[in-house]
């Protein structure tokens, strides 16, 4: 069996020893159980017509039965999580999009991807959770032979995922065995996982971040993966008191709430010593982090990762040097900077992140032009702008899409939240564009403050004018009680200035 599959992972891990583990009491999945479930859902997928390269969307609530769903049908066929927030014309553009063979839904739950694969004509399977955290049977669907039976191979596809990037259309991510599985191995080698690790998941199971960071990672390193229903700020440190677990990953928006409630939540913290804390998917601001390491005694690791790596490229170490607001050296795939020509540049210089490696995606879907620009000789372009410093450490400077130009002077979103998020003040930031009749683009920036604290917008100019020229300091700085985040947690830049009506300044 080749080492490059989801069945190959499962297969490395102690019989007797949890996989799956969930709060509340439930008894855990064991890997022999886990591997039991696999072997009977492969045999039931092939039995009802669907196998190798088929496609499955799969709408469940986060937790344990939606981590091993994602697993076992990813062993046999190609998957496909879906939001499960999604209204029904959303499922109805996805599901048709994705050329789905069946939905997979809870059974008894009511959700409008039900109507939307009716209409389509996608039979409709019911997963009924067993006693056992991630244990399951499926019912359903229509009886039939598969065309490719059997575990998948490494050419296979095994994800399938959208983009959420700032085209009209959404464009479709495949992701391989062997993408998936580099990169779950790429980040426990990162991270030194081991059996005795126990990831505690609160990013959703329809995002690469849950699924590949803290569900895939975990499982190549024979260890557990404690699955919550999602992130809840007020149950967080219950389930870190009784679920002991030795790390968690997570976006910055989610460590900054949980920061907020670690003073009260001190016992526990001293109590359930974590190894180490992982965050993704956003730039972590550099106090935020220091406060972090400090408050819990342990490294916090800040990743770099995208969909069409199968996540992580670059990550921090986890012993060594850990540098706040970069983040980190190549963690898996090369990764260089490329110029507008195509060439790379050496250290220092600012230009395109650029990597390959056996993580990255082949190409997206039936989509030659983004194809065209997004892949040159090899490289794939990531779309993000930065530098790689003296030590090899990346260092972002934004998105290529959300560089603001204003009268032709570039910022850096990224820089200016760094300068805000310096002041005492200010709890977090967000830099975005705001339309400008003469300038093209003006700088503005939201603020969530401090509990206690008062500054005005002047004030906030002033200290940022000390470390920022002149074109850079926002000229409209916004106070929000929360700055809006997108479905997985993700701080949404673009589009801010029209959401909170500044669109037509």
Known sequence: MSA??????????????????APEGRAALTYAGLRALTGQTGAWLNAHGIGRQDRVAIVLPNGPEMATAFLSIAAYATTAPLNPAYRAEEFEFYIADLKAR???????????????????????????????????????????????????????????????????????????????TASARHIGETLALSPADACLN???????????????????????????????ALKFFRWLDEEAPSWYTAVPTMHQTILARAPRNAE???????????????????????????????????????????????????????????????????????????TLLPQGEIGEVVIRGPNVTLGYEANPDANAKAFYQGWFRTGDQGLLDEDGFLLLTGRLKEIINRGGEKVSPLEVDGILSDHPAVAQCLTFAIPHDKLGEEVGAAVVLRDGHAPSERELRDFASKYLADFKVPKTIVFLAEIPKGATGKLMRIGLAEKLGLASR
Do not use: W
């Open 4 to 21: 490059n599959t989801v069945t190959a992972l499962l297969a490395a891990g102690a019989a007797d020893a949890a996989a799956i583990r």
């Open 268 to 342: 526990v913290i001293v109590r359930r010593r974590l190894r180490f804390i992982r965050s993704s998917s956003a730039s972590m601001p550099g106090p935020v982090m220091r406060q972090m390491e400090e408050v819990f005694g342990c490294p916090l690791v800040e990743s770099y990762g995208m969909t069409e790596a199968a996540h992580q490229m670059a990550s921090n170490p986890l012993a060594g040097p850990r540098k706040p607001g970069l983040v980190g050296i190549a963690a898996g795939p090369e990764v260089g900077i490329m110029a507008d020509d195509g």
């Open 202 to 232: 609160v990013m959703p199971l329809f995002h690469i971040h849950g699924l590949i960071a803290a569900v895939l990672s975990s499982i190549a390193a024979g260890g557990a993966v404690v699955c919550t229903p999602g992130f809840d």
């Open 102 to 180: 069946a939905l997979v839904v809870a059974a008894g739950h009511e959700t409008p991807a039900r109507e939307a694969a009716a209409r389509l004509g996608v039979p409709v399977v019911e997963l009924t959770a067993g006693p056992e955290a991630g244990a399951f049977t499926l019912a359903g669907g229509t009886p039939g032979a598969a065309a490719l039976p059997g575990p998948a191979e490494p050419g296979d596809i095994a994800l399938v995922l959208h983009t959420s990037g700032t085209t009209a259309r959404p464009k479709i991510v495949p992701l391989t065995q062997t993408n998936i």
